[in-house]
């Protein structure tokens, strides 16, 4: 299929290529001529801007969205929407707010033309390993997608096979092959937003128990009651038959055995935005989410040197006990 | 009555000088002359030595241990056991972990003599305002100390009285006058130990709400939504007629009323043990105390840069997008 | 002042009653003819409708709405609007969102009309004990109602004075009275949402630290380790000179001395909005709010008998160690 | 190499037989006698007492104690202490508390025998996919038996190697087998104990991400915004390539494709102890452990039908509002 793909940063422009690999057209459009000028050299048509894009899209015109959320995400559907034609296919391949697929969902029907949003996780492993897919959009669009989807997704491979999906009809086949059409707009958005808020926790979890690993070193404990323990091999014996192994234990194996004081790492982290909306979804639905929120509150602490709030103990145990809060 | 004041410190010395003003007898002993010197002064006896303190105490003896917890108590209680005679009532007035309290009763009874713990809240402003104090022991003896706990408590003062108390046999007139018998040993270090629990979940709350305050002044959100909130007033504010008035907003109040910056205070915020103590008694219990345990973590937290978790966090993110986390 | 009080439910009646007694003039309106016709009988001038208001409110008219917040607030303002003449003063006095009175503001401005909100605390003890609140909107108009405010507002009455504000002309005098003017549209209702949400948080360190002391009398600890605590006695000698004295526990206090079971309450615990509100606030400005949080999701847990969650963990546990959850 | 197993339940029988296929020799001991039959059916050697297990060990004997931690495994090894040699090796394959070890440890060395903690993970899979162990003791003990140690631990096996670790000489070849030596006495259960904490951690991580999902479709939420969404294809797509498989994933995947609705689970969570002791060592090291705190306490709550803190908390709202909580 021919397909034209807006935005040729790390995530787009590795989605195109592995299109390509798998023989589809891509027409590439970024801002960054040099990002479009590399693409044409891996085989994809060049586009010197939407307008160029749309003449060279075929028709109907399937445009992959492929930029960072937020306005520039919504300008550029906006744009397409009005150079569109009816019948074309919008896909928002970013990390998109699920509630503004709705929007951009409803906007596009009113040209006659389908929204399709597509949550993804792999990060730059993708290209290698296939994409992660959470689908939304309206069922024969996403049908019609289907060739995309399973050349960008990882397939079956050598993951065992769950137990307990054999002859069951109530499950998808797509979801073994890495990708799932998970209801209306939106629906792919939110699968994913979830997806990273689960991504936090697990994310904190671990850091938690290297921290206490760490820790267990430390001066403050009696003799005798010390370990000085080694996190790489912790980290890797635990991929290996543990209730625990994981893909982010391997990743975490991996920085630890190239080095264990993690030295090069600020530990100031950020967050993207799904985490925040993993919590508010929550709250709408009234569903604790006691984990996902404090591993993303670990992450706003990790970012200053104090709170306020903590000057204000400070203050408070002055005022009754006369403390005096050492700095350290 | 006459009573043996073993530790002279902010809390001891105080409750010694309300008790002399009270009309009571008290043999003073600090390993600090200066110490004794002062409250001799006072009025109170002079004693250069546990031994000393024994011949001038009376018989039976009480002893009133106002230590730091941990070893010292414990060496200056085990040092009273060998010194006095049975009939005598040792009082570990200080913040005792309340299964050490089990123990030392054990100890002393069988040397016939009695253990009485005693908790107490009001920090340095309880010379002026009368200490509430929190017992535990066996039920006669601590009758027998009423006129010692009646002098430190603060008495029915002008609090406006509990409805629900007046003809009500369930209740203990003495807890309007500021203290209880709470049940035998141990019992008044573990009410006092969960008032402190409690305390650090309240401190905690203020200190969240005063950040989002603080913050809501913060460029990184659009304008229009922003506000330069007076934290002073509002502060005080809540002192009068709102739901959450409390002596720590007093306090809050008057730390903002100084300096609504805080800027003298570190943030670096201690910690007694006595949160801890609580936490590990609700997971002995298995009740949940999310709020008292995530205070104690935030103290924790606030005392270093960066855990190493943050470092694992920041590590993963750069394994799995490439991420890389400036510091800030 | 002449001042039209629509809404005559527990907290418009209360206020209306309160502004009469200090002689102000109120034109009261309320779907519930019955509501009209009581707060006639203590001297207010009754409406059978908006419009009838708007004939009985003078020139230029003010508007006190005092509604459950969401749409029926939102629609009121804007029939107001639309029934108003320029100069009009709205006052929302609910517990809206801060972010719809940027909004209404913004719309009555356009007619040339004033828009003020009112957060204000102490429930039903309001009428007796006066109403503290938190005011937004331009400072001239706030001052123009100051005769409103001050008759509803507690007053400095006997509550201590805060050290630090004599002379300081960085605070505003009339915070000591129980109200302030916090900023523009908005501020009001922005500073009363982060009262409530450390609300949230007091009680929950209540609710958990009594959780502790009941627990310690189960069966499941070791003999010798329990205690049988008298909650009632505790929460009353906790108001007496400690740390952790306020009007929650004063409540709390109340309710123990009547039924130390608390046998009549469900558990089944409520929240309002302010909670959520304060929290997303919170994650806008990247302010980590652990305990303002878990406060808030404890009020969802106890609404529901399981979480699916829970069944996610007991199906897993199953899996990975054959353990069979037994309902208990 | 010869081992006496004593404790042959669903762990201790399957190691039994995963050395006995490894052509190690095995002297079995259990009270249950039917296990000890069945056992010796799989080549072991039946032993009818501690005592008949002695003269059946071979010298220096070596002990396996895989029995729940607690009493139980505290007697054995003080009965194995009076029954054994100088120089017999006593390992402690349960899950015991790490500072028992450090004790069992050092009245072992009292009488010239060694101790050995393992600590093992893997669950009812490890007879097929090999143990993995977290080992403390003495570096030459630790040695001496990997023959053991090689024959439970799943080996190599398919898993991708971790970058970083070839001709790295900070880290172990063992963990890449599935062991390691973790440090002296203690050592390998205090690893086990954090594995624990965070598998809570983890497993609540994704608790709560299907709770957001599920509650997705809620009547609750606005028209427009609901997804009713396939949990059993979400969690098998996220097994394919996405930032968060696992093998917790893996498991949960399992379970939904039996039933989506987990209908056959009770959601009350139990806990073993290795949660618990986590956060006793975090506070110990003064090291914030929010998430693995939460998920701890999330099981606690899981296991009541309400707190007595909800009721307090109902109890207060009644106190300042008059709100009565309905039951649901």
Avoid at 22 to 45: F, M, N, P, S, T
Avoid at 146 to 163: C, E, K, S, V, W
Wanted: a negative charge.
């Amino acid at each position: 299929m021919r397909l034209v793909m807006i935005g040729l940063g790390r995530m787009g422009g590795n989605m195109a290529r592995r299109l390509l690999q798998a023989g589809h057209e891509i027409v590439a459009y970024d801002r960054d001529e040099g990002a479009v000028a590399k693409l044409a050299e891996a085989g994809a048509i060049a586009a010197t801007s939407l307008e160029d894009a749309r003449g060279k899209a075929g028709s109907p015109a399937i445009w992959w969205v492929m930029l960072p959320h937020g306005e520039i995400t919504d300008t550029t559907i906006t744009a397409i929407a009005e150079h569109g034609a009816a019948g074309d296919i919008v896909i928002d391949g970013g990390n998109s707010f699920y509630k503004d697929d709705i929007r951009h969902a409803r906007a596009l029907a009113d040209k006659d033309m389908h929204f399709v949003d597509v949550g993804t996780s792999g990060g730059v492993w993708g290209l290698e390993r296939g994409y992660c897919m959470m689908i939304g959009g309206p069922d024969e669009v996403v049908r019609r997608l289907d060739p995309i989807f399973a050349a960008l997704a990882p397939g079956a491979g050598t993951i065992p096979r769950t137990a307990g999906r054999d002859g069951n009809d109530t499950v998808d086949p797509r979801a073994e092959k890495g990708y799932i059409h998970a209801g209306p707009a939106g629906a792919g958005h939110f699968v994913k937003m979830v997806h990273n808020g689960i991504e936090y926790g697990l994310m904190q979890a671990y850091a938690e128990g290297f921290d206490v690993l760490k820790g267990k070193a430390s001066d403050h404990l009696p003799e005798g009651e010390r370990y000085d323990l080694n996190l790489a091999d912790i980290a890797e014996v635990w991929r290996r038959g543990s209730v625990i192994s994981s893909w982010l234990l391997d990743l975490s194996a991996q920085a630890l055995a190239k080095d264990a004081h993690l030295d090069g790492f600020s530990g100031n982290v950020a967050d993207s935005g799904e985490g925040q909306w993993t919590i508010e979804a929550a709250m709408e639905e009234a569903v604790p989410v006691n984990v996902l929120t404090t591993a993303l509150f670990a992450r706003y602490r990790s970012r200053v040197e104090h709170t306020f709030g903590e000057k204000v103990l400070s203050a408070m145990r002055f005022g009754f006990g006369g403390h005096v809060e050492m700095p350290q």
